[in-house]
């Protein structure tokens, strides 16, 4: 059991490994930008909500306003989101541009990729074993939130 237990763990740690590596790589998406996994997916989230306040999209993204903020600023240098007054002034949402748009689709191809591959385990699964990983992954996301929260 012991033994068992630590191969699952440096599984685990190989995943978030891997992981860290491909997020730290940044990639063209057909704008000649070259976009971290952090700015592509908060691309892909306003891209799928359509406009979108700050406040909602960090709670999406389960990070907090200011990492948000930063991230906000990178973009709309690069000139892919856009930030739009509303007639509460305390409020802006936020929207892609047309380039904005074109890194959406071009990283669509990837999810789709993704999405490919996981499909694939999803439908091997038995129901029992997809309730153990939900359960697994609820259980780390509560443990990380909790260790984040403690830094």
């Known amino acids: 059991m012991e033994k068992e237990l630590q191969e699952l763990i440096d599984q685990f740690l190989r ?37 979108i306040n700050v406040t909602n ?7 907090t306003k200011g990492a948000i903020s930063q991230t906000i600023r990178k973009l709309t240098a690069k000139g892919l989101i856009l930030r ?8 802006v949402l936020l929207a892609l541009t047309e ?3 074109r890194v959406f689709k071009g ?7 993704l999405f490919t591959f996981a499909g694939t385990l999803y439908r091997q699964a038995k ?3 997809i309730d153990t990983v939900k359960r ?16």
């Not at 999209?57 to 990070?63: K, S, Y």
């Not at 990283?107 to 990729?113: G, Y």
């Open 15 to 51: 995943i978030l490994h891997l992981y860290s590596v491909i997020t730290r790589k940044p990639k063209d998406y057909g704008t000649g930008d070259l976009l971290y996994f952090t700015e592509v997916h908060t691309i892909a989230m306003i891209g799928s909500k359509g406009e």
């Open 57 to 63: 999209l960090a709670g999406l993204m389960g990070v």
């Open 84 to 91: 739009k007054s509303t007639d509460n002034r305390k409020e």
């Open 99 to 101: 380039k904005g748009l």
């Open 107 to 113: 990283q669509a191809s990837f999810r789709k990729e």
């Open 127 to 129: 129901p029992g074993d």
């Open 136 to 151: 697994l992954f609820n259980a780390i996301v509560r443990n990380m939130q909790e260790r984040i929260n403690n830094l």
